[in-house]
């Protein structure tokens, strides 16, 4: 039999409002969070602090820590190629954001341009 206690719970979890995708992204982030997989990704993450020395795309930067220079791949970002429409504006943009800025990076992985993932 249903409780009305029931859908007074969800109602105040997962407001009515939201959309379908907002729930299952809510519900996902609970779940992801209660496991601690969030946590651990980024406890088991090297990390690293530099310099920013320049942009080498819209997704690269080249950063210096301590006299050596590494070339460093943002994660999950797309961004155009070179030769391809409207890679300078994107490289220049990510040059503007980070310039003169000390960053923080997670490494994820090495690619096979030896560039740090993160």
């Known amino acids: 039999m249903f409780n009305g206690l029931e859908e007074i719970t969800v109602v105040k979890l997962i407001p009515r ?3 379908n995708t907002v729930r299952i992204l809510l519900i996902v982030t609970v779940l992801l969070q209660g496991c601690g997989l969030l946590l651990s ?3 088991s993450a090297s990390q690293y602090e530099g310099k920013f020395i320049k942009g080498a795309g819209g997704d690269s930067i080249t950063i210096l820590i301590e006299d050596t220079q590494f070339r460093v791949r943002l994660a999950e ?3 155009p190629e070179r030769g391809q429409p409207f890679w ?4 220049d943009v990510l040059a503007d954001y ?3 800025k000390v960053v923080t990076i997670f ?4 690619d096979r341009y030896e560039r740090i993932v993160g």
């Open 17 to 19: 409002a939201c959309t």
């Open 77 to 79: 970002i797309d961004a």
């Open 41 to 43: 990704t980024f406890a």
């Open 98 to 100: 980070v310039a003169g």
């Open 88 to 91: 300078r504006k994107s490289r």
């Open 107 to 110: 490494k994820i992985n090495i």
